[in-house]
């Protein structure tokens, strides 16, 4: 039974940092495309950052190029988020999420991903 689950979320500052993790189990996930995807109030749920098995292809979104880093652990079936100058519109429910495609690109696509941690949110006050 594959498995995600996503912690580091928390309150914090404008201007301050969290890393998020995301443990993955139940398989090994080193050939598997990860992603980052939130929520905030009001909003439908958007692409945050995508890393594909090796960790040599890397996708952000506009909005987090500069300030989010993805990076993988594939020994720790461990993907992480490290946010920095962290803005109250980053305010979202952040959600990990598996591509379960052998070798694939990682993705921008909600539609493409077969498995979905329950979500950590990340709080920055206005």
């Known amino acids: 039974q594959v498995q995600l689950v996503e912690s580091g979320g928390g309150t914090v500052q404008a201007g301050g940092s969290l890393r998020l993790s995301c443990a993955a189990s139940g398989r090994t996930f080193s050939t598997y495309p990860m992603g980052w995807f939130r929520r905030a109030p009001g909003k439908e749920r958007e692409f945050v950052a995508a890393i594909n098995g090796n960790g040599g292809i890397i996708d952000y979104a506009d909005f987090v190029k500069g300030r989010f880093t993805i990076s993988r652990d594939n020994a720790k079936n461990t993907v992480y988020l490290q946010m920095s100058s962290l803005k109250p519109e980053d305010t979202a429910a952040y959600y990990c999420?598996?591509?379960?495609?052998?070798?694939?690109?990682?993705?921008?696509?909600?539609?493409?991903?077969?498995?979905w941690g329950q979500g950590t949110q990340v709080t920055v006050p206005s």
């Open positions: 999420a598996v591509d379960l495609t052998p070798f694939g690109i990682s993705s921008r696509s909600v539609g493409l991903y077969d498995y």
